[in-house]
């Protein structure tokens, strides 16, 4: 069968009380937005959502032991209840559910050894999903979602009788650290048995189209309610740029260096984890940075409210060109002007956005707007926003899910 490609965004409303499946590899209460819990959380306002978070391994519970981990070990070994209930207004819902602990199989090679434990980890898992969906009474009409978990996704797709299988990728998997040694053809192989590959960029668009028979562009978004929290309308005397998300090897460290060395009077605040040392030293190096560290997603709006400008200062490179910038869209549901490189594709954003190609231009278009900030623009950001929001981004999933059932009905 020929294979097509979809760019649309499908004018469908939101799934109604359907049952969905969805492995996850962010947990649902992690320290940072993730487009997988976001688009469950919106499904589960309208949907009955079973979410397994990512299987804890063998080397994270040493980890835990050892308290470099957080783990909830009672729950890993079944000694409290693995299900929690996250009910929405309607009497639909989330259900987060932990797996018990697998067994350590990334630092083997690819052969016989690492298939064969892959394939104990998959029936565990499976198991246990099983028991849940029953008791649930989740079993009929499912739709299946694997998020970034090819790997699993192999073992348990095609397991529950769903009816729509979806790959959703959001990042290049040959750049995750804990994926990418066998990532490549895990990827390539369960693409080959789901209905659809879901990517949240045009970069990853290009990248996964060859994965499944159907690729469709779901791009990220932002929580438009929670971020614009953050909106005020004021334009403050004492200016504050702000970064949202982690100091890490993403970063343009030369360009950061000339804009925090050349506007002394201007307090640069980083708020996330610091996970490249080496960063960290460099931003140290200036008194006018302040870091922060990291803030629950709930309290970052506060951190924004104060914001003069956010910046996304990512340098460029194959792996980067494939993010859609999420952190865009939560600066500009709080109003904040942005000063960007160009490091994505982002012509969507340039009548709101400033999009630097070098160090002086960003700082040149740094300083513009920070001196031509006013309410107009504010709202207008917002504005932009709003049209990013999660709500619209699940709807489009839903209009994916649809589609594919009508495929498959030959309808």
């Not at 969507?348 to 513009?368: Q, R």
Request: proline share 5%.
């Amino acid at each position: 069968m020929k294979r097509r490609l979809q760019f649309s965004i499908f004018d469908h409303p939101m799934i109604q009380n359907r049952n969905i499946l969805c492995l996850s590899t962010p947990a649902w209460e992690g320290a940072y937005a993730s487009t997988t819990v976001q688009l469950m959380k919106e499904l589960a306002k309208h949907n009955k959502v079973l979410f397994v978070q990512n299987p804890f391994t063998v080397k994270d519970v040493a980890d835990g032991l050892k308290r470099k981990k957080q783990v909830p070990f009672k729950k890993v070994f079944g000694l409290k209840a693995r299900l929690k209930s996250i009910p929405s207004q309607n009497g639909n819902g989330a259900f987060v559910l932990t797996p018990p602990m697998m067994l350590s199989v990334n630092f083997l090679p690819k052969g016989a050894v690492y298939k064969l434990m892959l394939r104990f980890n998959g029936w565990l898992v499976k198991q246990t999903i099983k028991k849940h969906l029953r008791q649930l009474k989740m079993e009929e009409a499912l739709v299946h979602i694997i998020s970034f978990n090819p790997a699993l996704g192999l073992q348990i797709g095609r397991e529950f009788n769903e009816s729509v299988l979806l790959y959703l990728c959001y990042d290049e998997i040959s750049a995750a650290p804990h994926l990418k040694k066998h990532g490549v053809w895990l990827e390539e192989e369960f693409g080959k048995i789901a209905d659809a590959t879901i990517v949240t960029s045009q970069g990853l668009l290009e990248r996964k189209r060859h994965l499944s028979e159907r690729c469709y562009l779901v791009k990220n978004a932002a929580n438009f309610a929670l971020f614009s929290k953050g909106f005020n309308p004021n334009i403050q005397q004492k200016k504050i740029v702000g970064f949202i998300g982690g100091i890490d090897r993403r970063l343009d460290y030369p360009l950061l260096e000339y804009i925090i060395g050349n506007m002394p009077n201007v307090e640069f605040q980083f708020v996330g984890r610091q996970v490249y040392p080496a960063g960290e030293e460099i931003l140290k190096k200036y008194s006018n940075v302040v870091l922060i560290g990291p803030k629950k997603l709930s309290e970052l709006p506060k951190y924004a409210s104060h914001f003069s400008a956010g910046i996304i200062p990512f340098k460029l490179s194959n792996f980067i060109k494939t993010v859609y910038p999420l952190k865009i869209n939560e600066y500009l549901a709080a109003g904040v002007p942005v000063v960007t490189t160009n490091f994505s594709y982002l012509d969507e954003f340039k009548p709101v956005v400033s999009i630097a190609e070098n160090k002086e231009e960003f700082m040149k278009m740094l300083l513009t707007e920070l001196e031509t900030d006013s309410i107009e623009k504010k709202r207008a950001r917002q504005q932009m926003a709003s049209l990013n929001s999660w709500e619209h981004r699940a709807e489009e999933l839903s209009g994916v899910i649809t589609e594919l059932e009508s495929l498959k009905k030959g309808v």
